[in-house]
């Protein structure tokens, strides 16, 4: 396996120069300010909490449907991560799936998802990643399933946000009308809707943005970027505490801007190279026991009277 | 920051010796397929792997089916930018075919993959 130690090398050192902090990195917001918290200081922080704290996960990527060679059964590995979920010490408040539930958009690769999230008891919230908008009403399947906001009304084409505990969380659809050489869509209907949602709150509202392929360009030549993302940006830059959950490149990658924290999620599926680290973006084949070390669940803790936020990455294995 | 970081020698190197090391294995997953059509000029195969459609631009009389034939381990699609033809998701080993009546120049897309273009060229004999 040469091949695969040059991969992982050359990943480290990728990481290293690009200032992106590894897996299982506690990121913490401080004053607005985002700070690498060191185990002890995370729990410090955890103490000093106030009585309202909550957490909630993110999963990303199930891919129910997919049965390659990396992973035959993507059902198995998902039940994995619910079960990971339950196991939680903490009971979280929810769940968040950043996208491509399925892999070809069928019914029945939604029911079993269905299915098996439901084991964690939780209440869910779903934004679309690429491969949910595959059926013949181009994303109309996904819409009817997921594409409600807490009221139980769809928005444009199943965009929404909802509160919960003094924290705004904006779920956004980047992956629909995709133009041919471009990257991730929002659309100018969908900005002009965040404009309005973001209008009403306060700068100190910390804000939770959830979209399925990243709206940073972490490496647009694989399409791993969202072309008006900026837009969406900068109708955030006011507010003191913006994290950014996405999915789609299927690793952890964590990028702070200003007072912008990126975060994008292991893959509950398969996992992905690391950028330009491959001849393409497909699934990348590892050694069957070590696929679980590279797909995982995320665990978000909010503590609120110090703005503190802790978003700790966890594999399957 | 991010383009400098890959614009390393070092870093390209060993991009190039995967892209070199994989598309042997491609070649040889598009050979196992059984019931591959052969190619000919009326009907040319366009081979997708890698994320790349190949050739990306092929040239064709006017009545030639082309047949997008998917060796890569996720499904693309093939969209016409002018939406005169769209295929359905085309898994691994699956594939799309569309006869082309109308002279023209075809520019199309992967619409799980935008990044990936092609071009179909229609001339008269
Ligand atoms: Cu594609």
Known sequence: MADNETVNEGRRGALKCMAWAGTGVVWGLAGGLPVGLGALDAEAATRAAPATPFTFVQVSDSHIGFAKPVNPD????????????????DRPAFIVHTGDVSQLSKDQEFDDADQIIKEAGLPVFHVPGEHDVLDD??????????????????????????DHAGVHFVALVNVLNLKAGGLGSLGTEQLAWLKADLHARSASTPIVVLAHIPLWSVYPDWGWGTDDGAQALKLLARFGSVTVLNGHI????????????FHTARSTAFPQPAPGQGPSPGPMKVPAEQLRSVLGVRQVDFVRAGQA?????TPLA | MLQQAFASPRALAVALALVLG???????????????????????VVTIGNFTFGPMTITVPVGARVTWVNADDVPH???AVDNSFRSKPIDSDERFTFTFAKPGVYSYFCSLHPRMVGKVIVKRP
């Open chain 1, 74 to 89: 993507a059902r198995a590995t998902f039940r994995e991560a619910v079960a990971k979920i339950r196991a939680l010490p």
């Open chain 1, 137 to 162: 009403g181009a994303g109309k399947a996904f819409l009817a399933r997921y594409g409600k906001d807490v009221d139980g009304g769809a928005r444009g084409a199943g965009w929404y946000s909802f």
């Open chain 1, 250 to 261: 299927h690793q952890v990658l964590q990028k702070v801007e200003g007072r912008v924290a």
């Open chain 1, 309 to 313: 936020l802790a978003v700790i990455d």
């Open chain 2, 22 to 44: 994989t598309g042997a294995g491609a070649g040889a997953a598009l050979a196992a397929i059984p019931a591959a059509p052969p190619a000919t000029a009326s009907a040319p």
């Open chain 2, 77 to 79: 699609t093939v969209v």
